[in-house]
């Protein structure tokens, strides 16, 4: 029997194209044929997921397991295998995919300053539709 025993990220990274999944020791561990085996980042680290399809995309990097002074190396295609190793996959994806997105604080001082601009405009068109002079001249002083 080859089940997944416990998948946690170490940390994750997200860019616009994928979410990177960083593994570390002792948040990854299978049951192999009654043997728990936890990953030893030798070789592939981090499970690396295409954010559009939510299909992983590095299926052929090979993952090392320990248990004791065995050691076991698995593509991650065979660990997608493994009983419930999709259902953890998933459950991050869309725990990382419903995360509020991160804006930065130039984005969104940015995005501030367009809309006050138009807000300006707009106050603007409304005193010349309005034909109110005081108004007009008051928002013309204050945008300048």
């Known amino acids: 029997m080859q089940s997944v025993k416990m998948l946690k990220p170490y940390y994750v990274k997200r860019d616009e194209t994928y979410l990177r999944i960083i593994l570390a020791f002792q948040y990854f561990s299978i049951e192999h044929h009654g043997k728990t085996y936890h990953f030893i980042?030798?070789?592939?680290?981090?499970?690396?997921?295409?954010?559009?399809?939510?299909?992983?995309?590095?299926?052929?990097?090979?993952?090392?397991?320990?248990?004791?002074?065995?050691?076991?190396?698995?593509?991650?295609?065979q660990l997608m295998a493994f009983e419930q190793f999709e259902t953890y996959v998933n459950e991050l994806i869309k725990r990382l995919n419903s995360a509020a997105c991160e804006v930065s604080e130039e984005e969104l001082l940015a995005v501030i300053t367009t809309l006050e601009h138009e807000n300006y405009m707009r106050l603007i068109d409304q005193a010349l539709e309005n034909r109110d002079e005081e108004m007009f001249n008051a928002l013309i002083k204050y945008y300048k």
Not at 47 to 76: A, C, W
């Open 41 to 77: 980042p030798l070789e592939a680290r981090e499970i690396i997921i295409d954010r559009r399809s939510e299909q992983i995309v590095n299926t052929d990097d090979q993952f090392v397991f320990q248990h004791g002074k065995e050691y076991m190396t698995l593509p991650l295609y």
